[in-house]
């Protein structure tokens, strides 16, 4: 089995930073793209950030210049450094990542339980 660990959210004033992780565990061979994606209250869950086992990324336009995708293939691990945090950041903050597990064939997508980012005066 796999699974995908979000940690780091938090409570942040406007204009602050925080990074979020996600760590997947199990039966991995292999990890593709890994996705940060984030739902509001209300409305439908959107992608963020995105980067492949190659290390090339793609953001949302309403966070590029502000949010930096990362990962570290060696940790199964991907991070989200945001900075210059909105209030309209408000959002839980889910992980996925397409992985190849042992004793199938073929990338499948898996979600984390997703993370809370508040951002508040």
């Known amino acids: 089995q796999v699974q995908l660990v979000e940690s780091g959210g938090d409570l942040v004033q406007p204009g602050g930073s925080l990074r979020i992780s996600c760590k997947a565990s199990g039966s991995i061979t292999s990890i593709n793209t890994m996705s940060w994606y984030r739902q509001a209250p209300g409305k439908q869950r959107e992608l963020v950030a995105a980067?492949?086992?190659?290390?090339?990324?793609n953001y949302a336009d309403s966070v590029k210049g502000r949010f930096t995708i990362s990962r570290d293939n060696a940790k199964s691990t991907s991070y989200l450094e945001m900075n210059s945090l909105k209030p309209e950041d408000t959002a839980v903050y889910y992980c996925?990542?397409?992985?190849?597990?042992?004793?199938?064939?073929?990338?499948?997508?898996?979600w984390g339980q997703g993370t809370q980012v508040t951002v508040s005066s």
């Open positions: 980067i492949t086992n190659g290390g090339s990324t």
């Open positions: 996925n990542a397409d992985i190849w597990t042992s004793g199938r064939f073929g990338y499948r997508p898996y």
